[in-house]
């Protein structure tokens, strides 16, 4: 897979404009010179972008060329003024890492820097067809991380996009919209006869997908496509295809260039880049406490899934702010999960990181405090509630006890009251 990542940075790639083209009140606003493309304009790189980049590596894995360099890849298409891209070639800032997901870990075989292009607007103006080009989002510094062939299924492939987009996020170093082109997904995808090692002849790209469930039915849909061409003898063609969402089909784009077609070489405008040991060490001092192990702590200490963790924050910043409330609760013995629980099934509505730890400790007491209520008043109640529904008592005595959350929310609104679950439960099965 190809993932290609737009950083967040105040200010573009090579430029000093500002990167914010979702935001941009009209086309063509945040353009110079340089990322217009016009002759004679110098680059020059931004400095957080790539410390972003390794940043992100680290946290991947990865190891860092401490020198590396930006190279130019030629195409011609009309939303790259210059005639190329800067991007990466043989010394990526990031190499050799690795994501784990539940079907296996998947090596990252690089996490390389380069510019975004602009954006071509289809549309007609006075009657006539015409395409209009926004360079808003020109030069707007992207981070593209390469896997290994590696992933087996398009479940497992769509865990890993979903993985680093969580990863990304907790750096906080990009939003990694897809609906806005924030994070695009590609997929390269070929079949191999069982037992085979050798990688197959041939690829097909699947270009530019927006969502993580595009991803996982296009996949699909060419894994049954070149199993049938397989199947019949023949080769599947070497090509980049699109996904069409509606018809939930692959369609032909263009054959694919090889990586010669780009002619590659090092960009004279853009000195290399030294990663010295200072530097290194200040990116370093940057990186948060890895997401995994955030989630293997709390496992561990508060006994709560990940899974549901995974719900509540995306930053590290917000990882944080968890830490000190969940380690606030543990000191008052108070229970984290239940805490966990409540919000992530909306019963209580806190946000977490805009509360004061205390208020939230107070909301969440007040939460769980029970109203007093004798076994006599309830019993009467339930009583009652058992004899207009003898049908669910039935059902309980034939081997539904599911039905006893039925009976207990019954109870509960007939009493008008807070009572304990448990408590009731074990009152209503004693009258059953
Ligand atoms: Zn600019
Ligand atoms: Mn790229």
């Known amino acids: 897979m190809e993932i290609h990542v737009e950083l967040k940075t105040n200010s573009k790639m090579f430029c000093g404009c500002k990167n914010d083209p979702f935001h941009a009140e009209k086309p063509n606003t945040y353009t110079c010179p340089t990322c217009l493309g ?40 009309p939303d790259l003024p210059k005639g190329y891209q800067i991007s990466q070639y043989d010394l990526p800032f990031c190499y050799d890492g690795k994501v784990g997901t539940s079907l296996g870990s998947i090596g990252i075989t690089r996490v390389h820097l380069e510019e975004d292009t602009g954006k071509l607007i289809h549309q007609k103006v006075n009657g006539r067809d015409v395409s209009l080009i926004d360079f808003n989002r020109s030069s707007v510094p992207l981070v593209e991380i390469v896997s290994e062939p590696e992933i087996y299924s398009s479940v497992q492939a769509k865990e890993y996009a979903k993985k680093l987009r969580q990863v990304i996020r907790y ?25 085979e090692t050798k990688l197959p002849n041939y690829k097909v790209e699947l270009k530019n997908i927006n969502s993580f469930r595009f991803l996982e039915r296009g996949i699909e849909y060419e894994i049954k496509r070149q199993k049938e061409i397989l199947d019949s003898g023949k080769t599947p063609d070497q090509e980049t295809r699109g996904f069409n969402s509606e018809k939930g089909i692959t369609y032909t784009q263009r054959s694919k260039e090889e990586a010669a077609d780009y002619r590659y070489f090092p960009d004279p405008d853009l000195p290399p880049i030294r990663i010295d040991d200072k530097w290194m060490s200040e990116i370093k001092s940057t990186e948060p406490e890895l997401i995994d192990l955030v ?48 919000i992530v099934n909306k019963k209580l509505l806190i946000n977490l990181f805009t509360t004061k730890v205390e208020e939230i400790i107070s909301l969440f007491k007040k939460s769980i405090a029970v109203d007093d209520v004798s076994d006599e008043q309830l019993i009467e109640i339930i009583k009652k509630i058992l004899s207009i529904n003898q049908k669910a008592v039935a059902d309980y005595k034939s081997g539904k006890t599911n039905v006893i959350n039925f009976l207990v929310g019954m109870v509960m609104r007939e009493a008008k009251k807070k009572i304990e679950f448990k408590r009731l439960e074990k009152l209503i099965i004693e009258q059953i």
């Open 38 to 77: 016009l002759p004679g304009a110098l680059p020059v790189a931004n400095k957080k972008a790539i410390e972003w980049t390794i940043k992100l590596g680290l946290a991947l894995g990865c190891k860092i060329n401490t020198l590396s360099k930006f190279d130019r890849k030629h195409y011609f298409y």
């Open 171 to 195: 750096l906080d170093i990009s939003d990694c919209d897809m609906e806005k082109g924030g994070m695009r997904l590609e997929a390269n995808i070929s079949l191999q006869k069982k037992g």
């Open 295 to 342: 989630f293997t702590r709390w496992e561990k200490d508060y006994k709560i899934d990940r899974k549901l963790t995974e719900l509540l924050f995306e930053t590290a910043e917000e990882s944080k702010k968890l830490d000190e409330i969940f380690s606030n609760f543990a000191k008052q013995k108070l229970p984290v999960d239940k805490l966990v629980n409540a």
